[in-house]
């Protein structure tokens, strides 16, 4: 009896067009971010191309494998402008945004709640996290860009 070819081991280009995949799946309305979160932390934990199969096995095109296991590019939408990434990964550059926006709700909520005197003190936070996040997006520029 001969024993099954074990499942080719993937690497970090097979990964990323993995990660390209899902985000085109969320992208298109057919993941919530939730389970995208939870798809995208077994990608990275994928040793396999058999590990990555069960991912997108109830999605249709695009998928990040071939049947040999290797790596296929995930087509651009023509209609996208070029994303603009943040040269950071960290926190600050991911969550900045939805953070600064949310920051006159924040103040808000803190001024109407919290009991104390001169609580007109919680709308400086609007324009601090304003500087603070302002300030790490401009580190995500390049020279070339205004």
């Known amino acids: ?5 074990p ?5 970090t280009a097979e990964r990323e067009a993995a990660m390209a995949a899902l985000g085109a799946h969320l992208e298109a309305g057919r993941l919530d971010p939730e389970e995208y979160g939870e798809r995208s932390a077994r990608v990275t934990e994928a040793r396999t191309a058999e590990d990555l ?3 997108f096995a109830d999605l249709p095109e695009p998928h990040p494998l071939t049947a040999t296991g290797t790596a296929t590019p ?3 939408r023509e209609d ?3 994303a603009r990434r943040p040269s950071g990964t960290g926190a600050l550059a991911r969550w900045g945004p939805a953070i600064s926006g949310a920051l006159p709700i924040i103040a808000l909520v803190l001024f109407l709640t919290v009991p104390i005197p001169n609580a007109w003190v919680f709308f400086l936070l609007v324009p601090l996290g304003a500087a603070l996040f302002a300030r790490s997006r401009r580190a995500g520029d390049g020279p070339d860009q205004p």
């Open 74 to 76: 995930v087509p651009a």
């Open 80 to 82: 996208a402008a070029p």
């Open 1 to 5: 009896m001969t024993e099954p070819h």
């Open 7 to 11: 499942s080719p081991r993937i690497g």
């Open 53 to 55: 199969e069960p991912l």
